[in-house]
């Protein structure tokens, strides 16, 4: 079965402006040594792991500043979370997966703590960010959209799932004038949503259509969501990855989800029922945000502002 896997990897030596013919959906794509995976996709979402690589090369020297813990069990639900798309609509997700272990590169932070001057572990962060460049241009020029899901494991002492827009706690607090006001949906990873919707920024991070309120529905303690629209602290509010790549000029939006470990990615079991209540949740907010379903079918205007006025998604 690993010989089998390995066979079907396709190695590729990044090179530039080549290889996208190359590529074929569901199909690893590996940069150099290895160090960073790429499955290309043919859907509008593109899901990113930094955290949860377990390789610790030699070569590479340990990091001395920052976090260096792995986000257990992350690159397992990623490709969990994956296999279920897959399941569901037939097609494949962009997968962008850091093989690396954390306490060698950092892909969620900009490139001198990230990889903190070694020559290896930097080229692993540029080969990182523009895999995932890739995959969104790819979905954008298919789609006209890419949503971006940054995924992350946390251990805050409340076992609830972090839903990251770029907005802290502190954001989130404020009065909804203040949250609707462009200078916080300039920041905002759904600013791409909030110019094209009827609902405005306030509705979309808790209201009764926002993921947090989809997630909860399938039975996943969220916030912001309708139930907690303010965190708590300790909230991860979206780092690096998410502040460079959801760009609503380029048609990227996004969140970054900080998955608990209890009951979610603790065991085989629990990642494959939160990647389901996730791809659930993900089959109403397509068509109720991006006009589209998950699996990239248009959604007919009538049918997209009906599903976004309805009253509560009860
Ligand atoms: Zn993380």
Redesign the pocket.
Known sequence: MHAKTLTGLVIFVLSLGGGAEEQVPGNSVLGRQNHIEYVPGNLPLVIAV??GGRLKPGEIPDRVNGVTDI?AN?QELARTLSAVVHAETGRHAHLVVCRLHRSKLDA?RDLAEGAQGSEIAMQAWEEHHRFIEQACEEAVRKFGVAFLIDL???GHPDARVELGYVQSALDLADCEDALNAASAVNTSSLRWIVERSDLSHVELLHGPLSLGALLEKEGFPSTPSPRMPVPTEPFFRGGYTIQRHCQSDKNVTGLQI?ANRPRLRDTAENRLRFARALVKSLQTFFPAHLGMTLGGEPRLKGELSLQTRMPSGQ
């Open positions: 930094p955290h986000d992350t969620n992350h494991g946390h900080e």
